[in-house]
């Protein structure tokens, strides 16, 4: 299991011979003396060499409860009563490599708990621990490799109380954590993992985790955080795997992963991620394994993934994906060396040929619990599959679904494959591969197809902009429209939607949408899509581009000069328009004027000044300025 795979492989390293970590006597174990001269302290119990006193709850004697005394070399104590450790009873076991306490009654680690040990393995899990005082690991310092805390009542990291050089592994899961303040885990130069799941982290400070110089693997999940973002991930550019599932995650910022680009492995899981902005995973080019499953993903920025050129397993199961496989090609652009593509459970209903683009690798592809209707041809192409799971009892098995049968069978794919029809009615509950060649025909046309797409405009700032788009569909079930703007829906649209009958070869459903646009502005700009949908399915229209322009309008103009010659004169223009407008001088009307000859004429278009040096008299005459852009020109004069 990963999540107690490394602290368990650090424990039997610190053991001689691998034997069990419990119990382990650090010298000679009393029992396991040539004849066992000295028998079991009772109720404890010998057994091969070990003395076994867990879950006896041991009598503590007259006075305060606290280590009972033991045997020499015991170093187990797990599921009694002891309340306190005390370095005093602790002194004859200062050779001691292995300490387990898990289970007990301890309530808080003093400064005086541990005496100068030799400790490589710490155990103090599922006490009743609250309190660790300045300087309680001190002692320990020397030897440490491994400290368990788990399962206590761990509310607050006092500030450098880990001056743990040699620690190497670190558990503090189900605490009381809320916040990690920064630098709190400073001192612990070697450590190679931390985890901290299940304490109800909601932040993590600005360098949280700096002072971690040779971390690799951090675990934490089943917290609260809402972010990723590279204040918390400070310092940790040796980190490989980041484990942040079932936390409450919605948003990564543009930068995060600045500090820590050795990432191999990121599992995002269960957050409440719904958008994968283009900048999502910049850096991260040696991650091998990303799971962003079951969040709510229903958007993703076309080359999102392009960085990932190491990527080997991608994970998005249970979402809500579907506009990016059915319409979107550049989704999975630069995942060269993609093995593994999950995509079940999402929203998926058409596979388009160019779904896959890009996955060269691909050997493994999970489309299940999708309802499937239909499939282009070549959709697969450029994949080398070995494993396709694809269960849908949905498909419109028409003409142009005749291909997949004996491209299943010929690509010995058909395993995992259960594919049934829905459409046309009498072939619906059969089989996808015991259909008849003869029977997949084009009659009709019941998922829709767009006939008039939506044209690319050019508009002027605060004019009135309609876009029109037109399906058609053989079938009578009812058609709904949506429009996208940079692949965005628009909600608040302002949108005519027509249907009606006409005939064309047959009876056929007409919608048309318009999109209306009232007095725009250069925040309207962008690439508008319509999206018409019925029971068989979605198309997509193109993608028609709205620019807008505006005329120049002058926002400084040149006004009358006298100057005496060989002096310098200075012009000022200066105008606004969109795109930002280019100025140019004349001089009586004209470009051929003897300052531009004689190279005496300086331009500096971002002072908005114009220069004549050593003015002549030949310089003297009407100076205008010109302000253009595509959308138009104007000119100004001295008044």
């Not at 599922?126 to 300045?134: D, K």
């Amino acid at each position: 299991m990963r999540g107690a795979g490394p602290a368990v492989r650090a424990a039997r390293g610190a053991l001689p011979r691998g034997r069990p970590l419990l119990l382990l006597l650090a010298a000679a174990a009393l029992c396991a003396r040539a004849g066992a001269a000295e028998p079991c302290a009772a109720p404890c119990s010998c057994r091969r060499g070990l003395l076994d006193c867990s879950r006896q709850r041991l009598p503590s004697g007259p006075g305060p409860r606290r280590i009972p005394p033991l045997p020499a070399g015991t170093t187990g104590l797990v599921h009694n009563t002891i309340p306190e450790i005390n370095a005093e009873q602790l002194q004859v076991y200062l050779s001691l490599e292995n300490l387990d306490l898990s289970s007990n009654l301890i309530s808080e680690i003093k400064a005086s708990s541990f005496p100068r040990m030799q400790l490589k393995y710490l155990n103090l899990s599922n006490n009743r621990i609250t309190t660790l005082e300045a300087g309680c690991l001190d002692n320990l310092s020397s030897s440490l490799m491994v400290i368990k805390l788990n399962r206590n009542r761990i509310s607050m990291i006092p500030p450098k109380i880990f001056r743990l050089p040699h620690v190497q592994f670190l558990e503090l899961k189900r605490n009381r954590i809320k916040i990690v303040e920064s630098l709190t885990f400073q001192g612990l130069e070697s450590l190679k993992s931390l985890k901290m799941q299940r304490n109800g982290i909601s932040r993590l400070m600005d360098g949280a985790f700096f002072g971690l110089g040779n971390i690799e693997e951090l675990e934490l999940e089943h917290n609260n955080l809402t972010e990723v973002n590279k204040g918390w991930l400070y310092g940790l550019r040796t980190l490989q795997q980041l484990y942040v599932s079932q936390n409450a995650i919605s948003r990564i910022s543009p930068d995060a992963w600045e500090f820590c680009q050795r990432l191999a492995e990121l599992d995002l899981s269960y957050n409440q991620l719904t958008r994968l902005k283009e900048s999502a995973f910049v850096g991260l080019g040696l991650l091998e394994k990303l799971n962003l499953g079951d969040n709510r993903i229903n958007h993703i920025a076309d080359g999102v993934f392009r960085g990932l050129t190491n990527l080997q397993t991608l994970d998005l199961r249970n979402n809500e994906i579907s506009w990016a496989i059915e319409d979107a090609n550049e989704a999975f652009v630069g995942l060269s060396r993609l093995d593994k593509l999950i995509l079940q459970g999402n929203q998926i209903k058409s596979i388009t040929k160019k779904a896959f683009s890009g996955l060269e690798g691909l050997e493994h592809l999970d489309l299940s619990n999708n309802a499937i209707m239909s499939i282009q041809e070549n959709a697969f192409a450029q994949a080398q599959l070995k494993e396709l799971v694809l269960n849908t009892s949905s498909l419109l098995c028409d003409c142009q679904l005749k291909w997949l049968p004996q491209w299943l069978s010929e690509s010995s794919l058909l395993q995992a494959v259960s594919v049934s029809c829905a459409h046309p009615e009498w072939l619906a509950g059969q089989s996808l591969l015991s259909v008849d060649p003869d029977d997949f025909v084009c009659d009709n046309f019941p998922k829709p197809q767009i006939r008039v797409h939506p044209e690319s405009t050019v508009a002027l700032r605060g004019t009135n902009v309609t876009l029109t788009c037109s399906a058609v569909s053989s079938s009578d079930s009812p058609m709904a429209t949506a429009w996208r703007k940079d692949s965005e829906l628009l909600y608040d649209a302002e949108v005519e939607n027509f249907a009606r009958y006409q005939q064309q070869s047959g009876e056929v459903l007409e919608f048309s949408t318009v999109l209306h646009l009232f007095n725009v502005n250069f925040t309207d700009e962008g690439k508008y899509q319509c999206i018409v949908t019925n029971h068989f399915g979605s198309n997509y229209s193109n993608k028609a581009k709205l620019t807008v322009n505006e005329l120049p309008s002058f926002l400084k103009t040149p006004m009358d000069l006298t100057i005496r010659t060989g002096a310098m004169a200075r012009l000022e223009c200066a105008a606004e328009g969109h795109p930002t407008p280019q100025i140019s001088w004349q001089k009586d009307g004209g470009t051929d004027f003897p300052a531009a000859r004689e190279r005496r004429m300086h331009v500096m278009p971002e002072d908005d000044v114009f220069f004549i040096a050593n003015v002549k008299m030949e310089d003297m005459g009407i100076y205008s300025c010109m302000a253009q852009n595509v959308a138009g020109g104007l000119s100004a004069m001295p008044p």
